[in-house]
Each structure stands twice: as structure tokens, then as C-alpha cells.
């Protein structure tokens, strides 16, 4: 297969990815009470942009994996400006009592969303370059410890990051980022079997299984990629 070629799965998958983490941007201004704690309501889907993460490296690559995580952060950077700038506009005179409902949902502060990408960047581009590296050091073998040990580190720097950039000077701060951090990494283990039959599926119906034994580890492409 042409190493260039993107095949209509990866693209589905790359869709999937990128829509869930919008979505987690849009869901993630609610706080709901869920077995007794408050969570974003993004946590029902965000820990999903992680899971196809190690879809991703497991199967295409580090380097395909890294372009789609970059993808997704310039997508979301779109998302929210025009967000942003939608919200500056004047409202018409009909609507205007709406206007205040329309910042407090989508009007996210600006240290919320430099918290959120840098987060996200930082998060994603570790976990996929943690599985990569393990895959190797485990032969290929055991998919279940290269998933789950990437999404602790992964989770684990993004709920760091996130929180503290947000939430700095919050009481509890660093009980938020421990829940977070362990309600994600629960997550990925109970859809372990998931990731399981869709590595399998892939690996079959696209005729590639990638170990990156040579690239580039680099956040960006050089010319070594």
C-alpha cells in the first residue's frame, strides 16, 4: 500500500475523532452529577478521542496518528473562533435576549480554551507516542497494556494541564485532576474488548499493522518522516 494513501476507513475514523472532540467542547460546559461527583458532561465522549488515538498508532503509525491529532487541534482552533467571533457579532433585536444564554453555553473564557488545546495537544501527541513505543518494546504483543499504560500517561498530563491552567486558585484542585485523570483511564480499560475487535478489523481489512521502528518522534513532521 502506498504509505501516502488514505484509505475511506481511516478517513471515517479520522471524521470520528475530530467530531468527538468538538462535540467534548460544546458538552464540556456542563457539569453533571455522576455517581455522586461533579464531571463534565464531556467526559462521556472525550476519553473516545483517546481510545481512537490507539486505534490510530496501533494500526496507521505514529506519523499518520500525529497528523490527525494536529488535524483535530486546527479543526477545533476553527470551531471555536468562529464561536468566538459569532458571539461579538450584534445581536439582532428580536434574539437579543438570547445573546446572554448563547455566551454562557459557547462563550467559553479565553484561559478555558488555551487550557483546553494546550491540554489536548500535549495529551494526545504523548499517549500516541507512549503506544508507539511500546509496541515495539512489547513486540507487538499484549495490545491491552500498551493501551491502557499510554492512557495514563496521556489522561494523566491532560487532566494535569487542563485543570490547572483553569482552575488555578479553585479549592480541590488537585482532587479534580485525580477524578478526572481515574474516571478516564476506567474508561479505556472497560472499552479494552472494543479497541480490541476494531485493531482486529482494521488490521485484516486494511493489510497493515505499522511499527514504527524508524520515525521521527518529533511533535511536528521533518524530513526524516
Known amino acids: 500500500m502506498n504509505k501516502n494513501y488514505l484509505s475511506p476507513i481511516f478517513l471515517f475514523i479520522t471524521s ?29 465522549i472525550f476519553p473516545i478521542t483517546y481510545i481512537i488515538g490507539d486505534v490510530l498508532t496501533e494500526v496507521y503509525g505514529f506519523k499518520k496518528a500525529r497528523s490527525v491529532i494536529w488535524l483535530g487541534f486546527f479543526c477545533n482552533l476553527i470551531f471555536v473562533t468562529a464561536i468566538w467571533i459569532a458571539g461579538l457579532l450584534p445581536p439582532a433585536s428580536f434574539w437579543s435576549e438570547n445573546q446572554q444564554s448563547y455566551e454562557s453555553i459557547l462563550g467559553s473564557t479565553p484561559r478555558l480554551l488555551i487550557a483546553s488545546l494546550c491540554a489536548y495537544a500535549i495529551g494526545e501527541l504523548i499517549n500516541s507516542l507512549v503506544l508507539s513505543r511500546l509496541k515495539i518494546a512489547t513486540k507487538g504483543k499484549w495490545l491491552w497494556s500498551r493501551t491502557i499504560s499510554s492512557t495514563v500517561v496521556g489522561q494523566g498530563l491532560d487532566s494535569l494541564i487542563f485543570i490547572t491552567i483553569a482552575f488555578t486558585g479553585t479549592p480541590g484542585i488537585v482532587r479534580m485532576i485525580l477524578l478526572q485523570w481515574a474516571v478516564k483511564v476506567v474508561y479505556e480499560v472497560l472499552a479494552t474488548p472494543i479497541t480490541y475487535l476494531i485493531v482486529g478489523y482494521l488490521k485484516k481489512k486494511e493489510n497493515i499493522d505499522t511499527t514504527d521502528h524508524e520515525i521521527s518522534i518529533l511533535p511536528f513532521s521533518n524530513s526524516n518522516d
Open 16 to 44: 470520528i475523532f475530530i467530531t468527538s472532540l468538538i462535540v467534548s467542547n460544546v458538552t464540556g460546559v456542563k457539569l453533571a452529577l455522576l455517581f455522586g461527583e461533579v464531571l463534565p458532561a464531556a467526559i462521556i
